[in-house]
């Protein structure tokens, strides 16, 4: 089995973006998008004592299919976060429909 990265991004933005404990990245085909969640961005971390040192400021993005900047970026300061997900509010408030 072989693996083609067809994307990325964020190595340019460092670790001002990039989440290296929590974050996540799904596909949602209903928008053609992905969305991104960086959990600890900007947050730095003492190796040796393995804790975080400052304040993470996480991000959410969401990205048309292969764009090269974000449609939507939000940036949430001096949160603590664990995790974000996308959900459909339609759905959640009308559970019999599919």
């Known amino acids: 089995m072989t693996v083609e990265q ?19 990245t799904e596909y949602q ?36 299919w292969l764009a090269k900047e974000p449609s939507v970026e939000i940036q949430v300061q001096q949160c603590q976060g664990y995790q974000a997900m996308p959900f459909s509010i339609e759905k959640a408030m009308n559970p019999k429909k599919k």
């Open 29 to 64: 085909p209903d928008k053609n998008s992905v969305f991104v969640y960086s959990a600890t961005a900007g947050a730095a971390f003492d190796g040796e004592a393995q804790r975080v040192k400052g304040s993470p400021n996480p991000y959410l993005n969401e990205f048309k």
């Open 6 to 24: 067809i994307w990325e991004y964020g190595k340019e933005r460092g670790h001002d973006w990039y989440s290296a404990v929590t974050s996540l």
